[in-house]
């Protein structure tokens, strides 16, 4: 695969996972297992992670910003926008429009992803829900 293509595919899984909510895409793109953050986990169970975000975040979108690839290896520095709609982080429901941006680093092996590493600004999440001091 070239590094046009793995760019597509970490597109691909932010369109169709987050802005469609067709958590399907999952199966086609990462490995059985996947290390997230330096943790194991599975597709079932990486899934789960992503409705238990749309509870919260029902209307999340996405949008990717910009994206570096080198190797097996895609970074993208990306824009969420959401309603908070239900709980996060021990927040209620403040019905609050957020915005965060986010950066990660994928590696691919033979065209699936096998590693994540992503950093979420939390701090300015949880700033504009009110939970931390501007």
Same mark, same amino acid.
């Given at each position: 695969?070239?590094?046009?293509?793995?760019?597509?595919?970490?597109?691909?899984?932010?369109?169709?996972?987050?802005?469609?909510?067709?958590?399907?895409?999952?199966?086609?793109?990462?490995?059985?297992?996947?290390?997230?953050?330096?943790?194991?986990?599975?597709?079932?169970?990486?899934?789960? =992670?992503?409705? &238990?975000?749309? /509870?919260?975040?029902?209307? +999340?979108?996405?949008?990717?910003?910009? $994206?570096?690839?080198?190797? #097996?290896?895609?970074?993208?520095?990306?824009?969420?926008?959401?309603?908070?709609?239900?709980?996060?982080?021990?927040? =209620?429901?403040? &019905?609050?429009? /957020?915005?965060?941006?986010? +950066?990660?680093?994928?590696?691919?092996? $033979?065209?699936?992803?096998? #590693?994540?590493?992503?950093?979420?600004?939390?701090?300015?999440?949880?700033?504009?829900?009110?939970?931390?001091?501007?």
């Amino acid at each position: 695969m070239t590094l046009e293509d793995h760019k597509m595919i970490v597109r691909r899984f932010f369109e169709e996972a987050w802005n469609r909510q067709n958590l399907n895409v999952v199966d086609e793109i990462f490995a059985l297992t996947v290390i997230f953050n330096g943790q194991s986990v599975t597709r079932e169970a990486l899934k789960q =992670a992503l409705a &238990g975000r749309r /509870v919260a975040f029902p209307d +999340i979108h996405v949008t990717v910003d910009d $994206q570096v690839a080198e190797g #097996e290896r895609v970074s993208t520095r990306r824009t969420w926008q959401a309603t908070h709609r239900g709980p996060y982080r021990g927040v =209620a429901p403040t &019905g609050k429009q /957020v915005k965060w941006t986010q +950066i990660s680093i994928v590696r691919f092996s $033979q065209g699936r992803i096998v #590693e994540d590493w992503a950093v979420a600004d939390e701090f300015s999440i949880l700033q504009q829900l009110g939970a931390l001091p501007a």
